[in-house]
């Protein structure tokens, strides 16, 4: 049996400790920089990253975990699944991630149960190997002097998500062409990444499994296997792996259970959390690694680290108790090479600040996970490929009160609003200018006095309010300039949150999110929201909508404290903002929207805990919006996260009306929405995209949700909110937008 490094991390951030990639990225599209100048900056943090890595003490780097937008886009350039429509691109790769004038992006969705997204494959006739990313890597790492073992997505996963698990033969002969690349390039270890094995899997779906991996282990000359399967447990996948001829398998034991005996195999066993933000205790994470049976034990992450912070450092507005109990991506590196210096000695470690506060379950119980304490919550993830759930939650809403039925809602607000059909809006944001953030930063900085930055708010709502009213929207937003992040902003005025300077985390592309810290009892002191809407509304005659994140995304886009079970956090939340509902109603906002995009991203991976989930989550929404009056319209906004699957839940929100992703995803939603009985939205312009979207394109999704929709039901919005555009993206998007809107309901 092949040697391992006894210690590792399963990826690293790569945005850059400063958001380097950010600003290289946006500079490239904007034509400011080269493609080559791109690629140097790509170089740059890499070479950083494994010297940083290799400083703090760490045996086993890793390569091919960095990308310049997205791993699973890299799979499918390493692939040769490059769809024939992009190949004449300028810049095929970025062509796929966001589109040109002429094409539209690649579908986007979420990462399992993560906020990260991926690019979902679009495989064409044939497989051909690119192999130049992964072996550039090998040598650019070799020759700063590091050696390093190559991450890629395994075949199983990447076909899964791109719903053609059928292709496995076909794709298969690109990976045994890589291996054999690899032996020769002197690679000892490749490790390919199969999280979609942590889902319930079908019998079929586990025999592709071991062929893939009984013949990708008889390549005659190759690096030694190690399959990662991470975000939950392998479950029935275990065994199949554990006959099959790799070497290595790297398993979640923070929110897996230790496995049983693995004889000849090198187990890398992931006791330090890749999710979440608390320090690991080091006497509950030894008692694990030292009850693996194995061949040889490795210390790892529970999963790439690119989902936490890059460091510490710079954080001192933190409280000092609270820091003291927190790790982001360099801490847990420490700790993953400390543990395995204590594995080594048989040493005993000393008593540190625990990695939460009291109560916190030990890694590798069932229990274990920033998200629960209950094994029937979200402890384990969602993946793409998992069947739909067709329970519906509308009559078990975990004690949440309920408001009229909707049909006696639907008249008092039809009295109340007099909205023509197809009304059309936007979900929320408007763009953030570069005078806001300067403005923002410079607040921040104590430069700008809060009378100043109030009056510079107030201007981008007026400056918002009459554009859309200039291109005759129906329903208005204020577009959420005081909004530096739809869930920090509201962690900022909630009693239990903290609040990170540096704390960066990837979204997507270039898009970087601070995700903040519950630490304690959620509550508000005072209302947030009120102030600018009772504002925007003083502006026009045309109702504006009240703009909430609603209790589950608030939850699922933080790092959550681990001694209550996450639907207690989750209704504490909700408990908060049903007093910003009631306040916004009595300062006369008509229309509030309750945005839930995470909804569907907290879905528990396997079916049997998804229903209880789906209780409680929907009933945290209920118990926030509960106290709206009949006349007061209730909006909800979901986008990016395969909704469809999750249906009957959206419903059982009972929201007045729902807006949707849809024209990103081709308008699969549709599909799913004939038993839908309320408002729905289903989104006509993708935002993630910078192009603007012509007359016939939203005329067609139009037209294909009249189909299944009334008229006096459908709503005409974008995807998503439009912060991440810039005005004239967004005027001649919405211009497009209500044009086709009034030619259809004119014709009807």
């Known amino acids: ?43 740059e943090l890499r070479a950083a990253t494994w010297r940083r890595l290799a400083e703090l003490g760490l045996e086993g780097l890793p390569s091919g975990t960095f990308s310049l937008y997205d791993q699973v886009l890299d799979t499918a350039v390493l692939l040769g699944a490059v769809p024939e429509r992009y190949r004449e691109a300028e810049d095929p790769y970025f062509a796929m991630a966001r589109g040109t004038d002429g094409l539209a992006p690649l579908r986007m969705t979420k990462w399992f149960d993560t906020n990260y997204h991926y690019l979902v494959p679009e495989l064409g006739p044939a497989f051909k190997l690119d192999s130049a990313k992964v072996l550039g890597e090998v040598r650019e790492a070799r020759a700063l002097g590091f050696e390093t073992r190559p991450v890629v997505l395994g075949p199983v996963t990447f076909l899964l998500l791109a719903g053609a698990l059928e292709r496995l033969e076909e794709v298969l002969g690109c990976y045994e062409e890589l291996l054999a690349e690899l032996a020769a390039e002197g690679v000892a270890w490749v490790q390919f990444d199969e999280p979609a094995l942590v889902a319930d899997r079908s019998p079929a779906e586990l025999e592709a499994v071991r062929v893939a991996y009984d013949r990708l282990g008889s390549v005659p000359a190759r690096p030694a296997l190690l399959v990662a399967a991470y975000f939950g447990d392998l479950g029935e996948a275990l065994p199949v792996l554990a006959a099959s001829p790799v070497e290595g398998l790297a398993l979640d034991l923070v929110r897996g259970a230790v496995p049983p005996e693995l004889p000849g195999k090198v187990v890398l066993a992931g006791v330090v959390s890749g999710r979440e933000v608390w320090r690991t205790d080091p006497a509950r994470a030894l008692g694990v690694l030292r009850a693996v049976r194995a061949g040889q034990v490795v210390v790892s992450t529970s999963c790439s680290l690119q989902h936490v912070p890059y460091s510490l450092a710079g954080e001192d507005g933190l409280a000092p108790g609270l820091r003291a109990r927190l790790a982001f991506a360099e801490e847990k590196v420490g700790e993953v090479v400390e543990l395995a210096r204590l594995l080594a000695t048989g040493d005993n470690p000393p008593t540190v600040p625990g990695p939460a506060p009291a109560g916190s379950p030990a890694p590798g119980s069932p229990t274990s996970t920033t998200s629960t304490t209950s094994a029937a919550s979200p402890a384990s993830t969602a993946s793409p490929t998992s069947p739909a759930s067709t329970a519906s939650p509308a009559s078990t809403v975990d004690g949440a009160p309920a408001r009229s039925p909707y049909a006696v809602r639907a008249a008092a607000q039809e009295a109340h609003l007099g909205l023509p059909p197809l009304a059309t809006t936007t979900i929320g944001s408007f763009p953030q200018t570069g005078e806001l953030r300067a403005a923002r930063a410079a607040l921040s900085a104590g430069t700008l006095t809060d009378a100043d930055y109030d009056a510079l708010v107030e201007r981008e709502i007026e400056h918002a309010i009459r554009v859309q009213e200039r291109l005759g929207l129906d329903v208005l937003v204020h577009g959420e300039p005081e909004r530096n992040d739809m869930v920090q902003y509201f ?25 903040p810290i519950i630490h304690g009892d959620v509550a508000r002191p005072r209302p947030i929201t009120v102030r600018w809407a009772r504002y925007a509304q ?31 956090v989750t209704h504490q939340v909700a ?94 939603i549709l599909d799913g929405v004939a038993g839908f009985t309320r408002g729905l939205g289903p989104g006509v312009y993708d935002i993630h995209s910078p192009r603007v979207p012509s007359e016939a394109e939203v005329e067609a999704l139009v037209e294909a949700a009249l189909e299944r929709v009334p008229a006096g039901r459908l709503w005409i919005n974008p995807d998503c909110g439009l912060k991440t555009r810039t005005y004239p993206q967004v005027e001649a998007a919405l211009t497009t937008l209500v044009t086709v809107a009034r030619r259809a309901r004119a014709g009807r």
């Open 538 to 568: 003083s502006l026009t005659e045309r109702p504006v909508k009240g703009m909430l994140t609603g209790p589950v995304t608030i939850v699922a886009w933080s790092f959550v404290r681990t001694d209550l079970p996450l639907r207690e």
């Open 575 to 668: 408990e908060a903002l049903a007093g910003e509902v009631a306040d916004l109603q009595d300062a006369g906002v008509s229309i509030i929207q309750v945005d839930e995009p995470a909804l569907r991203e907290l879905l528990p991976l396997r079916a049997a805990a998804q229903q209880d989930y789906l209780a409680w989550a929907v009933g945290a929404y209920r118990r926030a919006t509960a106290v709206a009056a009949d006349r007061t319209q209730i909006h909800t906004h979901l986008c990016y996260s395969d909704a469809d699957q999750i249906l009957a839940a959206v419903d059982g929100l009972d929201a007045d009306v729902t807006t949707i992703e849809s024209a990103r995803s081709g308008a699969r």
């Open 1 to 43: 049996m092949p040697t391992f490094p006894s210690s590792t991390v399963l990826g690293y951030p790569r945005i850059g400790p400063d958001r380097e990639l950010k600003r290289a990225l946006e500079s490239y599209w904007a034509g400011r920089t080269t493609r080559a100048d791109l690629e140097a900056t790509g170089a």
């Open 491 to 515: 962690a900022e005025h909630l009693d239990g949150f903290a609040v990170t300077r540096n704390g960066w985390v990837q979204s997507y592309g270039s898009r970087c999110t601070r995700p």
